[in-house]
């Protein structure tokens, strides 16, 4: 926990591996626009984890082995993070395949994974006129299964139409939600 609200650490998990993505750039925005206090990390490296296996996992218990780094990584970020902030597209209808991995190596060990009870929220947007709220659902729906507290409140979802060509820094009512997006889930740290 932090040692007060002034030093919250929001853990970003982005769905999209694309340098120019939009939910990257929101992602980052959420950095820029968090509010004094509150520092939100971008997490890099979704893209190196290797697909869940529970074997691979198993041999993290084995104490002539270790687990692949990229997950040491995540698990650590999580670990010190107070609350996390996923920032994903939509992919065929549903959940990009490197957030749904990420959910699985954080689940682990079942029943004490490295976001247990952490405040979680879901945000993102597609090229859908929904701006991907399927995708948010069920991203939503997993990592509650997975033992984060998600909080069901605080959603933002983007339309990328809506943005008219711009960057989302440079969309002034995207930059207002979320830095209310992030202010919101900083509160929900205890």
Do not use: C
């Not at 780094?69 to 920032?87: E, F, I, Y």
């Not at 990328?160 to 509160?187: I, M």
Request: hydrophobic share 45%; aromatic share 6%.
């Amino acid at each position: 926990m932090p040692e007060s609200k002034s030093d919250i650490t929001i853990l970003a998990l982005v769905g999209s591996l694309r340098a120019a993505s939009i939910n990257r750039k929101v992602a980052e925005l959420a950095a820029a626009v968090a509010p004094r206090g509150v520092t939100v990390e971008v997490f890099e490296g979704l893209g190196e984890l290797p697909f869940y296996n529970e074997e691979i996992d198993d041999a993290v218990n084995d104490a002539a082995r270790q687990a692949p780094a990229p997950v040491v990584a995540l698990r650590s970020a999580a670990q010190r993070a107070d609350a996390a902030l996923v920032v994903t597209p939509e992919y065929n209808g549903s959940i990009p395949a490197v957030v749904k991995n990420a959910i699985d190596w954080l689940s682990r060990p079942f029943g004490d994974g490295a976001l247990k009870a952490k405040p979680l929220a879901v945000i993102g947007g597609s090229m859908g006129r929904y701006g991907g709220v399927w995708a948010h659902d069920e991203t939503r729906k997993s990592f509650g299964i997975a033992g984060a507290r998600v909080i069901e409140a605080i959603k933002l979802s983007v339309p990328f139409p809506t943005l008219e060509g711009k960057a989302p820094a440079e969309h002034a009512e995207l930059s207002a939600n979320v830095r209310d997006v992030v202010g919101k889930l900083a509160a929900e740290v205890s």
